[in-house]
């Protein structure tokens, strides 16, 4: 299994061609066997606002906003990485809870706040992220998000599942070497911030996650008019 896992936010925006071929799930309940069923039932009853009527696309090339557009090449090295076997990248979908980046998915229209995060909440969304966590056991994990790791009827609650999640694999028996948020510091404009944060990923990527990287948004990395830093979760865990 991979040695590095990615968390990253869906989006708004989506592609409006469906893939050619059908491409079968990566996430199943293989990978998940304790959480799947619980996951299944959540996203029937999500159904009303995903459009089954158009073909599925993978989650990579469905969404399409500031996050999955922050380079050109995106994509390409997002796939690249993930053919290579050492990442998987998962979705925090507000329409499917969670999916791999590979995992074909209808366009939909929902976000992930109000009536839907509680719903994702009450499901127990962070306990299907802390089974792939533990199942996988990846040494590294990452998120790349701009809301805050608290529970907040104001904001999009794709980074509190993502931090609630590792937290409780860490409490299940994870040895994870590293595990790290990366979040907006400061800074403002939807597209900016996510342009950011998904360039972080990449630059990431590259870098393979060293420790100089680390160290470099422990302090604040500024990416434009946008500053990113990082939040160690193992650290946390420990208070």
């Known amino acids: 299994m991979a040695d590095t896992l990615c968390f990253i936010p869906c989006c708004k925006k989506k592609a409006v061609a469906p893939d050619r071929q059908a491409v079968l799930p990566t996430l199943n309940e293989k990978r998940i066997p304790e ?8 996203r029937n009853r999500m159904g009303a606002c995903v459009d089954e009527d158009i073909r ?31 990442l998987d990248l998962y979705i925090i ?11 074909p998915i209808h366009p ?3 976000e992930m706040k109000g009536g839907v995060a509680t719903l994702w909440r009450d499901m127990g969304l962070s306990g299907v992220i802390s089974e792939l966590i533990c199942v996988s056991r990846a040494r590294r994990v990452f998120g790349f998000f701009a809301g805050p790791s608290h529970w907040s009827g104001a904001h999009a609650k ?17 040895t994870l070497d590293t595990a790290a948020c990366f979040y907006r510091g400061s800074g403002m404009g939807t597209n900016a911030i996510t342009g950011a944060l998904g360039r972080t990923l990449l630059r ?17 990395w500024a990416d434009g008019n946008i500053v990113i830093r990082s939040e160690n979760l193992l650290e946390i865990q420990k208070l």
């Open 93 to 103: 979908s507000a329409g499917y809870g969670i999916v791999h980046a590979l995992d």
């Open 35 to 42: 959480t799947w069923q619980k996951l299944q039932t959540t």
């Open 204 to 220: 990431g990527l590259r870098s393979d996650f060293s420790s100089r990287f680390l160290a470099e948004y422990e302090t604040g």
């Open 158 to 174: 794709y980074r509190y599942f993502f931090t609630e999640g590792v937290k409780t694999a860490i409490a299940d028996g994870a």
């Open 56 to 86: 599925p696309r993978i989650a990579l090339r469905q969404y399409d906003g500031g996050f999955y557009n922050s380079q050109a090449d995106f994509r390409e090295n997002i796939a690249c990485n993930l053919n290579a076997g050492w």
């Open 108 to 110: 939909y229209e929902a």
